[in-house]
């Protein structure tokens, strides 16, 4: 049967038109709503696979089942793995050790919104092996088989040749569902920053016009990554990257001024507000409108107007609107027949596209930064310490979180720790990076690593080491590792069958919902995650309650606490003596309270059983 394009019938407002970008922002096609995308996005996906509609956008093969990736569940959790913690501040740096889709899904719910900055450095797509490949209906036993890289024959999970007929369609669907979920997490002033070469430019720039709109784009910075060589190019030496810049909403969302940029502005002149140079308010290369063609009146009583250079031929026009005019008279000059601007001379200046300065540090120097702290450079192209701190600095304002699920080398986490200490500022990062296994004939395995994700959790150490002999009074030269694992619930595993015994067997095992090896330790991050409080949340034992185990979950991110008890029986003492404030939550085990215990519990407030 023929699907029907759907035609509306009915206008939205401004506010419905911005939920629904949040919602759906694929559906969006040059800043137009498509309805038809709308009505993919917002209900089941479609069981045509050959339905498409004629608006603008890329497609590949798979990008069907890329989305439905990007939308389904993972049934999982995040697992404490260590901490490397000096103190009981609870905003922390996070290191997670995990395929970086599946934990995208899982922070979902605490980190929506939250998330100030993303840098991203992905595989880039030059034809070799990649490893993530993303199939979310097995168990979470055979998913981390696979994200392991290998088969149980030893052979590689994920190929992307230009033979297998897939050579972009691969990397596309790799890359697609992961920036979904992170347009997700990025707050309404977030900005994106994304390193990419000129194999999947063009592409990458499409989908992301897709998932943030094209309104959103920012800037293609072009960085200048060799300083010379590549003499045995076929054609041309290439000798830069890009790092596309998206944000989530360009109403919300601001650039900073470059502090280290080279002014080549003369500042001749000075009065009581600073030094500043003079600007024609009138200018020939910004397109005629008869609004901004109007006499201004100077103080002598003269009146100036817009010069053209062919008065039959008008092209000239003010930069102010005669409101702006009236309300900044006294920054006018007006000299020699025409009207100036004081431009005053700023800390810095607008950020440029061009990244080419040393300052920006080039790939030897990223080498350089990692041999520094291990004396040899375990990757071949690591990005620049001073890169990544030029794209914070733009960015970033004190005390935010930065994103980033492709941890490679650990870069960003020296950029973001070093930062910090140096402008005094209390920025934090998340980290992901995939448990990647070493080839035993690389010079890391035989330094003992196993693991890349071993060496980015060695780096950041290293860096809060060495940042502790240069600042010992900052804070926050810290971080807790987390690995992705098994959930702690039960799976229920549905059974067709007509045997009752076997069908009593299934409920018996399901008397309680947790697995029968669970730790209280990592239940109660899973349980975090669950309740929307993120990984970091303070978490402090409530001394006054004797009987049992009583902790305390706060967070700022959340208007309410956690009151969490995970002893086998919650004892009649500590259920008397419980306090709940109006949106505070209760949990403990279901069978570690009667029937009558649960009803004067809930008279105490809000609770929950696992």
């Known amino acids: 049967m023929a699907i029907k394009k759907l035609k509306p019938t009915f206008k939205f407002n401004e506010e419905q038109i911005k939920q629904l970008r949040q919602i759906a922002p694929e559906a969006f096609k040059d800043n137009v709503l498509d309805f038809n995308t709308l009505y993919e996005a917002l209900s089941d996906f479609l069981e045509d696979d050959n339905f498409q509609t004629e608006n603008y956008s890329l497609m590949w093969p798979g990008k069907s089942d890329a989305k439905k990736v990007a939308a389904s569940h993972f049934k999982g959790s995040i697992l404490p793995k260590d901490k490397y913690v000096t103190n009981d501040s609870y905003k922390k740096n996070i290191f997670i050790e995990g395929e970086n889709l599946a934990v995208l899904k899982l922070l979902q719910k605490s980190y929506s919104n939250k998330i100030k900055i993303i840098t991203i450095d992905p595989p880039y797509n030059t034809g070799s092996d990649f490893i993530y490949d993303d199939d979310f209906t097995e168990t979470v036993e055979d998913y981390l088989k696979q994200t392991g890289q290998l088969d149980e024959k030893g052979r590689k999970l994920t190929t992307n040749s230009k033979a297998d007929g897939r050579f972009h369609s691969k990397w596309l669907s790799m890359m697609y569902p992961r920036l979904r979920l992170a347009y997700n997490l990025l707050s309404e002033d977030g900005i994106i920053f994304i390193n990419i070469d000129d194999n999947e430019l063009f592409n990458l720039r499409i989908i992301m016009n897709e998932i943030f709109g094209e309104e959103n784009f920012i800037c293609q910075f072009i960085w200048k990554s060799k300083s010379g060589g590549a003499n045995d190019s076929r054609f041309v030496a290439t000798d830069h990257e ?40 009138d200018k020939q290369s910004l397109g005629y409108l008869k609004s901004l063609d109007f006499p201004i009146s100077g103080p002598n009583g003269i009146l100036y107007r817009v010069h053209h250079n062919n008065p039959n031929a008008k092209v000239a026009r003010w930069r102010w609107s005669k409101d702006t005019v009236k309300e900044r008279y006294n920054e006018l000059v007006f000299k020699d027949g025409y009207v100036y601007t004081k431009n005053y001379q700023k800390e810095g200046s607008i950020p440029r596209s061009l990244l080419i300065e040393e300052r920006f540090g080039r790939t030897r120097t990223g080498k350089t930064d990692f041999r520094a702290l291990f004396d040899v450079a375990y990757f071949s192209a690591p990005k620049p310490v001073e890169l990544i701190k030029y794209l914070l600095q733009i960015a970033s304002d004190d005390d935010c979180i930065v994103l980033d699920f492709f941890g490679g080398s650990g870069t960003m986490a020296q950029a973001i720790l070093e930062n910090n200490c140096e402008n005094n500022i209390n920025n934090i990062f998340i980290l992901i990076q995939l448990p990647e296994k070493i080839n035993e004939k690389e010079q890391a395995y035989k330094d003992g690593y196993r693991l890349i994700s071993e060496i980015t959790q060695e780096r950041i150490k290293k860096v809060i080491d060495q940042l502790k002999k240069q600042y010992p009074k900052k804070n926050g030269l810290e971080f807790k590792s987390f690995k992705l694992g098994a959930t702690n ?31 209280p330790e990592n239940l109660l991050t899973e349980i975090l995650l669950i309740e929307g409080f993120p990984l970091d949340s303070k978490v402090e034992v409530v001394e006054s309650f004797k009987k049992n185990n009583l902790l305390k979950v706060i967070s700022d991110f959340c208007e309410h606490a956690l009151f969490i008890c995970l002893d086998r029986k919650v004892e009649d003492e500590t259920i008397k003596d419980l306090l709940l404030g109006d949106k505070d939550i209760f949990i403990c085990l279901d069978n570690a309270v009667t029937d009558k215990d649960k009803a004067r519990l809930d008279d105490k407030g809000l609770i929950k059983t696992i």
């Open 489 to 519: 619930f039960k799976s229920w595993q549905n059974y067709n069958g007509t045997d009752t015994k076997h069908l009593e067997t299934l409920f018996d095992q399901h008397e309680s919902s947790l697995v029968d090896d669970w730790k």
């Open 242 to 281: 890009y790092v596309l810049c998206f944000c989530k909403d360009n109403n919300s969302c601001s650039i900073n001024l470059d502090k280290n940029a080279t002014v080549t502005t003369n500042y001749n002149k000075e009065d009581e507000n600073g030094k500043y140079s003079l600007d024609r308010l």
